[in-house]
């Protein structure tokens, strides 16, 4: 995941991954990420979470850059990893952008 700070006292919380059981063959389970496509906010005032909508596409790894009007996230890149039809773990490298306003 990537924290951002909009450098109002809010931070905003991208993607990133929960681990969960897969196969990984020959009665083998593994602990494997599954992307997420969740964003959620923080205020530093109110010490407290809040949600936010989520992105597209959900991803891990990717970078989330502030832009210079101070309110805009670029978001770019990772991987969306999810599980497949036997229960496996397929990544799917990401050549894609998103904007979070």
């Known amino acids: 995941y990537t924290i951002t700070s909009l450098n109002t006292g809010i931070f905003i919380i991208t993607g990133g991954a929960n681990f969960v059981l897969?196969?990984?063959?020959?009665?083998?389970?593994?602990?494997?990420?599954?992307?997420?496509?969740?964003?959620?906010g923080f205020?530093?005032?109110?010490?407290?979470?809040?949600?936010?909508?989520?992105m597209n596409t959900?991803?891990?790894?990717?970078?989330?850059?502030?832009?210079?009007?101070?309110?805009?996230?670029?978001i770019v890149g990772g991987a969306?990893?999810?599980l497949g039809a036997r229960n496996q773990l397929v990544n799917t490298v990401l050549a894609s952008a998103e904007l979070f306003h």
Request: charged share 15%.
């Open 43 to 54: 205020s530093s005032f109110d010490l407290d979470f809040f949600p936010e909508t989520p």
């Open 58 to 74: 959900a991803r891990r790894g990717h970078t989330a850059t502030l832009l210079a009007n101070g309110s805009t996230i670029l």
């Open 80 to 82: 969306n990893s999810t």
């Open 22 to 40: 897969a196969n990984c063959g020959n009665n083998c389970e593994t602990l494997v990420p599954k992307s997420l496509s969740s964003v959620e």
